[in-house]
C-alpha cells in the first residue's frame, strides 16, 4: 500500500492561496492520487483526483509532478469555511491493493481573519 | 437520489452487546467501504467490498464482521462491543475510478 505523509496542520489567512503537499513515494503505476475535505462531525468530501500533471476544478488545483512522488493541493484564496482536515489519498485502480483506499493522518488546515 | 444513507445516527452499547450498522447507497456502486474515526485522527478502513458477493479486510478488521448480499447494502457487524471500538463510523461508496460519497456517520459509545 502506498502511504501518505502530509503536514499535521498549517495556518492561513483568507485571501492566501494555500498549498498542502503530500509524499507518497510508494505510488504504483496504477494509482491515482485523491484528495478530501473533512468538517467536524460529517464525512470526508471529495475535492479533486489526478494522476499526473494538474488538474484544476472550480474549487481546488492538483499538481503531480513527472515522478509522481508528491502531489500539491492548491487552494486559491481561502476564507474562513475552508477551515477543514484535508487528506491525500493513494490507491483504488484494481488489484487487491489498489482497491484499498486509505487516509493518512491528514493536515488540518486553520484559516485567520 | 438519497446517496449514502446510514442507520443509526447514534448508539450506545454495553460492553460484550453486538449489534449491525447499516449502509445503503442507491447509485449502483460496485464498491462499498467501513471507516472509523476515533476523535483527533484520520479515519481507518475496517472492511471493504469490490461487488455483491465479494469482501475483503482492511487495516483493522477485528471485531467486525461484514457481507454484501446486494449492490445496495454493506452491515457492519459488532460481534462483541469493546469500550474500544468507541469512535464514529463512516461507510462510503464509489465507481472503482471515482470519487468516493460518504454517509453522515454513526457515533458509537460502548460503556
Known amino acids: 500500500l502506498a502511504k501518505t505523509t502530509q503536514p499535521i496542520s498549517m495556518d492561513s489567512y483568507e485571501g492566501q492561496e494555500v498549498n498542502i503537499t503530500c509524499s507518497h513515494n510508494?505510488?504504483?503505476?496504477?494509482?491515482?492520487i485523491t484528495w478530501y475535505q473533512q468538517f467536524p462531525s460529517q464525512g470526508p468530501r471529495f475535492i479533486i483526483q489526478?494522476?499526473?500533471t494538474k488538474v484544476t476544478n472550480e474549487v481546488a488545483s492538483l499538481f503531480i509532478p513527472a515522478d509522481r512522488k508528491s502531489s500539491t493541493l492548491s487552494l486559491p484564496r481561502v476564507s474562513l469555511s475552508d477551515t477543514a482536515v484535508y487528506y491525500c489519498?493513494?490507491?483504488?485502480?484494481?488489484?487487491?491493493?489498489?482497491?484499498?483506499?486509505?487516509f493518512g493522518g491528514g493536515t488540518r488546515l486553520m484559516v485567520k481573519p | 437520489n438519497a446517496g449514502v444513507t446510514q442507520t443509526p445516527k447514534f448508539q450506545v452499547l454495553k460492553t460484550g452487546q453486538s449489534m449491525t450498522l447499516q449502509c445503503a447507497q442507491d447509485?449502483?456502486?460496485?464498491?462499498m467501504s467501513w471507516y472509523r474515526q476515533d476523535p483527533g485522527m484520520g479515519l481507518r478502513l475496517i472492511h471493504y467490498?469490490?461487488?455483491?458477493?465479494?469482501?475483503d479486510q482492511g487495516e483493522v478488521p477485528n471485531g467486525y464482521n461484514v457481507s454484501r448480499s446486494t449492490t445496495e447494502d454493506f452491515p457492519l457487524r459488532l460481534l462483541s462491543a469493546a469500550p474500544s471500538q468507541t469512535s464514529v463510523y463512516f461507510c462510503?461508496?464509489?465507481?472503482?475510478?471515482?470519487?468516493?460519497?460518504f454517509g453522515p456517520g454513526t457515533r458509537l459509545t460502548v460503556t
Open positions: 462510503a461508496s464509489r465507481h472503482q475510478r471515482d470519487e468516493q460519497y
Open positions: 510508494n505510488i504504483a503505476t496504477n494509482d491515482y
Open positions: 489526478g494522476y499526473k
Open positions: 489519498l493513494v490507491g483504488g485502480l484494481g488489484g487487491n491493493a489498489g482497491n484499498m483506499l486509505t
Open positions: 447509485m449502483n456502486h460496485e464498491y
Open positions: 467490498s469490490v461487488g455483491a458477493g465479494i469482501t
